[in-house]
Every structure is written in structure tokens, then in C-alpha cells.
């Protein structure tokens, strides 16, 4: 027997913040039909949240969100440097919203493709696996090493091993995280039961920090789905 939270006891939270030294503006910076932070917004309504808040100090930003249906939360410049961490965010948009919820789902802006099926098959693992948290992540496919001394050491092969015989290893992919509020008051986002989902999708490839990322995102919008 799992708990299933209702649709409107998860928050859906959109941290946006305006400073990006690599990509300045990249929040508001048009992909296809719509600013960059857009697409997380859309992909939370078009999945039937409507408890959804962006939080930034960037004016654009936060006019674009009023005007898109979705509350809005000024994040203090304190909160907004390029060292703050983001969990100092999402606790100062969660103390200020009025009504409280049992789970929060993270959605970054630089990560704005997603598959369409991926949050509902999320929330539906979170309940079953009655987890504390859950992350996103895609399997490596690179034979990976160490440097030292010069010598390249590999790390997760050995010399002249297939690529396709590679164990197993997993990076964290961004797409989305799921995670029970109680955790943000300890300064955490994720639990000591978090879930990994698996995902194995073109998409988890995109997460948008240089130029040269935007346009990879600009193509994978035109020939995947």
C-alpha cells in the first residue's frame, strides 16, 4: 500500500534566475515559439498543474510567468548570486506561498525539453516506490579515466573493452526532481530513499548552459519528440 499525494498537493517550482555569465539571458532567450524558461512552464500546465511558481529576480522573467498563468515570487539578490545554491531559492518561494504542499517538483529552465509521458510516469513512481525524493538520470555511454602524471588511467574500462561492454554508470540529467517538502526545511532537495528513474531519451542529453548548448537544444527540437 502507497500513499498517492492529489494532483494539487505538489508544487510545482521554476527557479529562474537573471546573471548567467555563460549564457547571459538565457531564461527569456527564444527556442522555437517561446522563451527558454516558457517550455517548463507549458510542460507543467499541458500535464494539468496548475500550482505553479516561478521565482527570480529577473523583471522579464517574472512579467513573461504573470502573463503565462503562473504565480510569481521576487527572489531576493541575496538569494540570487551566482554561488547561492538553489535549495536557498526554493525555501524562500515555499515559505511564501500561502498554502502548503506535501511534495515539490523541480523544473530548471535549462532543461527544457522533457518527454511528454516523463512527469506523470515520475509522480507515479514516486507513490509506488513511497520514496523521499526522486532524480532523473540517463546511463553513460563514454569510456571515462583519470589524468595523472601525464598518463591517462581509465576509470570505468579497461584498454581496448567494447564500448557496449561498459558497466554501468549513470549521470544526473536535470530533467526533473520530485521531493518531500519536509526535506527543504533541512536545506536538502533529495532524501535518503531517492529514486533514480532511468531515463533513456535524447532529450536528457540537453541541458543549456553555452551557446553551443542552445543550438544542440535548437536541433533536437526539430528531429526528436
Known sequence: ???????????VLIPA???????PGKNMRQLEDMPLVGHSIAYAQDNGFSNVVVTSNDKRVLEYAK??????IKRPDALAGPEAPVV????HAVDQVRKKYDAVILLQPTNPLRPEWLLKEAIAVFEREDCDSLMTVSRN?????????NQFIPYNYEMGQRSQDLEP??????LLYIFKTQFLKQGKLLGEKNYPL?????????DIDTEADFKKAE???KHFK
Open 219 to 221: 536541433l533536437y527540437l
Open 1 to 11: 500500500m502507497f500513499i498517492r499525494f492529489p494532483m494539487n498537493n505538489y508544487h
Open 141 to 149: 555511454e563514454h569510456k571515462l579515466g583519470t589524468i595523472s602524471n
Open 88 to 91: 536557498t531559492a526554493l525555501q
Open 198 to 206: 532511468i531515463v533513456d531519451h535524447h532529450f536528457a542529453e540537453i
Open 169 to 174: 554508470l549513470y549521470f544526473e540529467n536535470g
Open 17 to 23: 534566475r537573471a546573471g548567467s555569465q555563460r549564457l
Open 67 to 72: 502573463k503565462a498563468g503562473v504565480e510569481v
